[in-house]
């Protein structure tokens, strides 16, 4: 008798591998996905922290319009400096950035949760992007 591998055998394991390998990889996309969402809440907390210390030294926000938190200046020039740098989405090049609307006594910094687990549309975080995650002066808007 021979010893050997059928063919159904091969099969069978080849199978086994490629789903294993389907498996491995969407779990992996899940993770970089929830990896990227902590640094963006994480990335907003500092945002919201360095406007909450310039507003206890100025008495009130630096008004900014809608729009990219990177062209937001007030924080990261002069001094003080309340931030370093302002942070940028970990997906920038395709496109993403973080929101910003400040107003004297009010503000909205926004970005675009990956996981979509978050609250509808607060703001726009990209060319075609709503963001669905928001901070204000109380915490989560």
């Known amino acids: 008798m021979k010893k050997g591998y059928t063919l159904i055998e091969i099969l069978i394991v080849a199978t ?16 970089l ?4 969402d902590s640094k963006r809440k994480t990335d907003l907390e500092q945002i919201r922290a360095a406007l909450e210390m310039y507003r206890s030294d100025k008495d009130s926000y630096f008004d900014y319009a809608l729009g990219n938190c ?4 007030a924080l990261t020039s002069g001094s003080p400096k309340y931030i370093q740098s302002m ?9 993403f950035y973080y929101s910003c609307e400040v107003s004297a006594s009010d503000y909205t910094v ?7 687990t978050e609250s509808p549309s607060c703001g ?10 928001c901070v204000g ?5």
Do not use: H, M, W
Not at 33 to 36: A, I, Y
């Open 16 to 31: 086994i591998i490629v789903l294993l390998t389907a498996v491995a990889v969407v779990s992996y996309s899940n993770f």
């Open 33 to 36: 996905k929830q990896s990227r």
């Open 70 to 73: 990177s062209s937001y200046t």
């Open 87 to 95: 942070p940028s989405d970990p997906k920038s090049s395709s496109g």
């Open 110 to 116: 926004g970005t675009y949760l990956e996981t979509g």
């Open 124 to 133: 726009n975080c990209g060319t075609t992007t709503a963001c669905n995650y």
């Open 137 to 141: 002066p109380y915490g989560k808007k």
